[in-house]
């Protein structure tokens, strides 16, 4: 008996000492790597390998299965992609969670947020050497101006969509839409800061100076519009173009290009008033378990020939300007796809004012 | 709770006795249950209600009571005003169309019985997204609902359903009438067969022997699917903004947002513990009078 | 009485009729050639077809369909909260029947609560206290947030069963020699048993359904069907779903016609008829 559990005990030794071993090769720094044992492990390395597994918790709809298939087959780590709908949904998720992700995909006005509460990791330029890439009008943006904590993954506007069969006047702004002949002909997104900023636009105002002020100024306008919007999506706003219960509208360009590339009808304007961008990321929280792999799906994902499998399943504005090179003259043409996007500001944090906002839509809503 | 049909006599005795030890035995995973998935989580958003926010909408904890006064504030109440009336109305439809329907399973020999009770509930196997977008499908302008009715000459111009109130309605009726069928379903499967015939036979109208004699040997069933209906209900607010188009918001769209675009985690949990408080004193109230009324 | 009894055969046809009006559109839509399912662009077999070779991969483990896996862990999560609903529902409105006590009406209270709570709220605070308690999210959270709001149905439903019901049924089955537990299981239970299958239905539709709090309170890799559903819906739903569910439909209509073939005539002992 004693003989046989010192044998066993020999063996589990053995078997320790054997895996120890493997565990201290250390990885390769190259973005190329395999993901090996887990970070820490026995020997003293250079830098921590990366796991084996990879939380990633993007936008639905954004990361195609065919992108996430490829990285585990060259890395052998395993994504495991979790979804949300919405930036706020998000961060309800990532504060308030056990989880730990190891990216997330958060618009630009949020990873101000986060970076404001020194709650993002900052980035290891040398790990993703794919970031030259990226077009140079992407970069040097108000939230992350060097690209310390974001490698961008997607962007656009919200613009006009005209259903030029049943609109025939021309549309070139916020005010040609929200007119009483157009009542319940439209559709406008259901995020109370866009429609806001809009109103913004057409009295002049900068859509990222928030005050009580100005929003008593705009009260009017919004007041006035929010009678004639038939319905208000932001998930699927192409479903009552389509349906025919609406003829034009504000939406997201990614939505405006799916419809232009079906039929020659739809016309998508960015308003004469002026327009917003926005451009979504993909960043590491604070704390991620797998730093490491997290920057490896960054640089993956930055390779003209899979940003390019990006584009093709999600027809927003790509930002990186090797991809593009990639792109078929149809799909860079695509108005929607590519508006013109230069000058153009994006949304800054505006904190607490994000409340009063959201309580003068849903006054007006309310007053009905 | 137990509502008394007041038909059947109140028993003595053998009843209502305090639980001994077993007794609280039996109760222990109900009572753990309840302590560690609902009081706990509870009194987790009680306190955030109390609590201020800081610019991501989190919870700082610092006391304050300036949530409490904002939920008072005219919109709100004009808004859970609306989410009631809506609620409301879907329970007094729910109930007008499903109780005939309960009835009618109920009565029905046993193997047909089990196989309509599944028919009723196989459509709410498939996901919920996709049976609204099935309705909006039917609804909408070119949809076939309005394709059928010019068809037939009935409408000259498409009618405006989708995204009105109409559509509201038509959404959580559906959503919501399987609740109503069910516990009324439990109610009249146990109904005396003696007693309905006799009901009928002893002269009355039908309509008699129903507002006379089942309604009332149903009322559990009745106001346990009232129960189930109307209270979810009121917090209901994805059908309001898919089918309604997201215009007139409801109570549940109110508390959502706050954890959402709004960013006001401290303001969402007051808005819902006074939705709780609400339910709170209007069941303390309604279990009251029930308990009065059987005594 | 015939006329009562045609009267009420017609409503209920047309209330089924309503009930599925939105479900026959669904199955025509998996037909559609359109893979915008808003559009209607000619009969095809061919969501069929991708359905069938996306479940070849999945089984044969050679592509992971994401879909086909929401689906399983839908019916696995949906599977153990019916289960557990059931059994704390019934459990607790015997226990609620059986006893009196002071406070009895602020458990009744406790109850209610997650029927009433907005889900939202539901979900964040069920995951911070997941959070404090130091306990992974997964199968296991989705699981016990599922059962929390899912037992009040069965509960009231089997309530509604036991009011006015004659205690001494029970009292005197024991008197005849029954254990109290087998006085329980052999007369109880099976005079709730309508009321049980109700909650229990009513329990598996709503966890199948369940969106909200299953976002907060699952793991990443505990996603669900109607996680799913609700992110495709920006793309356009994808034709496969109409073709999922309809294909669903139709074995769950096969499993009814078989079971009950199964059963014979279908009879239930102790029918208190």
């Known amino acids: ?368 | 709770m137990t509502p008394n049909t007041g038909q059947v006599p109140e028993f003595q005795g053998a009843q209502r006795r305090r639980p001994g030890l077993r007794g609280w035995l039996l109760f222990s995973p109900l009572l753990l249950w309840l302590v560690a998935f609902v009081v706990a989580p509870t009194c987790i958003m009680f306190v955030y209600s109390f609590c201020q926010r800081d610019e991501l909408g989190q919870v700082v904890f610092e006391f304050s009571l300036s949530n409490y006064g904002r939920v008072f504030d005219a919109t709100y109440l004009k808004i859970l005003w609306n989410s009631v009336l809506y609620a409301g109305i879907t329970t007094a439809i729910c109930l007008v169309v499903g109780y005939p329907v309960a009835y009618f399973i109920g009565r029905a020999s046993e193997g047909v019985r089990n196989k309509l009770l599944m028919m009723v509930m196989v459509p709410f196997w498939t996901s919920f997204l996709i049976r609204t977008y099935a309705w909006m499908t039917i609804l909408k302008s070119e949809g076939p609902l309005n394709g059928l009715l010019q068809y037939a000459h009935v409408i000259a111009a498409p009618l405006d359903i989708l995204y009105t109130p109409t559509a509201v309605v038509i959404g959580l009726v559906y959503s919501y009438l399987p609740f109503m069928i069910l516990p009324i379903y439990g109610s009249v499967e146990k109904l005396d067969n003696a007693l309905i015939e006799a009901a009928f036979d002893l002269g009355a109208r039908p309509v008699s022997a129903f507002s006379h004699v089942i309604i009332p040997l149903t009322r559990p069933g009745i106001l346990a699917g009232v129960l189930l209906v109307f209270i979810p209900a009121i917090g209901m607010f994805a059908i309001t903004d898919l089918m309604g188009g997201a215009r007139v918001p409801m109570i549940g769209n109110v508390i959502q947002n706050q954890f959402g675009q709004a960013r006001d985690w401290p303001f969402g949990a007051a808005l819902g513990m006074t939705l709780l408080l609400l339910f709170a004193a209007l069941f303390a109230l309604t279990v009251r009078k029930d308990e009065d009324a059987a005594a | 009485m015939k006329l009562v009894n045609l009267l009420l055969a017609s409503w209920s046809t047309l209330v089924f009729a309503f009930l599925y009006l939105p479900i026959v559109l669904l199955i025509v839509y998996s037909f559609n050639a359109s893979k915008l399912s808003v559009v209607w662009e000619g009969l095809t077999l061919k969501w069929y077809g991708q359905l069938w070779r996306e479940l070849v991969a999945h089984m044969g483990d050679e592509r992971r369909s994401t879909l086909i896996e929401s689906l399983n862990n839908s019916l696995i999560i949906a599977g153990f909260t019916t289960a557990l609903s059931v059994a704390l529902g019934t459990a607790g409105a015997w226990l609620l029947y059986r006893y009196r006590f002071p406070a009895l009406r602020s458990l009744t209270t406790l109850i209610f609560i997650p029927m009433i709570i907005p889900e939202i709220i539901m979900g964040i605070s069920l995951l911070i206290f997941f959070k404090t308690v130091d306990f992974e999210l997964g199968f296991a959270t989705v699981i016990v947030s599922h059962v929390t709001f899912c037992f009040p149905f069965v509960l009231i439903a089997v309530q509604a069963r036991l009011a006015g019901l004659d205690p001494s049924l029970e009292e005197a089955a024991m008197d005849l020699g029954a254990t109290p537990l087998k006085a329980f299981f052999l007369v109880m239970v099976p005079y709730l048993l309508p009321a049980i299958i109700s909650g229990a239905l009513m329990s598996f539709t709503l966890s199948m359904d369940e969106l909200i709090v299953t976002y907060f309170t699952r793991g990443p890799k505990s996603e669900t069907l109607p996680i799913k559903v609700f992110g495709m819906a920006k793309v356009g739903l994808n034709p496969l779903l109409n073709t999922i569910s309809t294909v669903f439909i139709v074995l769950t209509a096969m499993l009814v016609v078989l079971a009950e073939s199964l059963k014979g005539s279908g009879r239930r002992a102790a029918d208190p008829r």
């Open chain 1, 1 to 368: 008996m004693k003989s046989m559990a010192a044998l066993l005990q020999l063996l589990f030794v053995s078997v320790f000492m054997l895996l120890g071993c493997s565990d201290s090769k250390p990885t390769p720094q190259a973005t190329s790597g395999t993901g090996t044992g887990p970070a820490g492990s026995a020997a003293p390395q250079p830098a921590p390998a990366a796991l084996k597994e990879l939380n990633l918790f993007g936008w639905s709809e954004y990361v195609p299965q065919e992108v996430i298939d490829g990285f585990t087959k060259e890395t052998g780590i395993k994504v495991n992609y979790e979804t949300y709908a919405s930036n706020e949904e998000m961060l309800s998720k990532l504060l308030a969670g056990s989880t730990k992700y190891d990216l997330i995909q958060p618009s630009e006005y949020v990873i101000e947020a986060l970076v404001k509460q020194g709650k993002l990791e900052q980035l290891d330029h040398t790990k993703i050497p794919n970031l030259k890439n990226i077009a140079p009008d992407m970069k040097g943006l108000a939230h992350d101006p060097e690209l310390k904590y974001g490698v961008p993954w997607m962007a656009g506007a919200a613009g006009i969509i005209v259903n030029t069969d049943k609109v025939k006047d021309e549309i070139k702004g916020f005010k040609d839409v929200f007119q009483d002949k157009y009542k319940g002909r439209i559709v406008a997104l259901n995020d109370s800061r866009e429609l806001v900023s809009w109103a913004m636009a057409t009295h002049g105002l900068d859509a990222n100076v928030v005050t009580a002020e100005v929003l008593e100024k705009v009260k009017p306008t919004l007041a006035a519009w929010i009678k004639l919007v038939k319905t208000f999506d932001s998930d699927s706003p192409k479903t009552p173009l389509l349906g025919g219960d609406v003829d034009l509208g504000v939406i997201w360009n990614g939505e405006a290009a799916l419809l232009l590339k079906e039929d020659k009808k739809w016309k998508f304007i960015i308003p004469a008033e002026g327009a917003h961008m926005y451009i979504d990321s993909l960043a590491i929280p604070k704390g991620a378990p797998n730093k490491v792999g997290a920057q490896m799906f960054m640089d993956y994902a930055l390779r003209p020939a899979v940003s390019k499998i990006i584009s093709e399943k999600f027809p927003y504005t790509n930002p990186n300007a090797e991809a593009r090179k990639l792109l078929t003259p149809e799909q860079l043409n695509n108005p929607a796809s590519y508006p013109d996007l230069k000058g153009m500001k994006t949304f800054r944090d505006i904190g607490k004012m994000a409340s009063d906002i959201d309580k003068l839509v849903t006054d007006l809503k309310a007053a009905n």
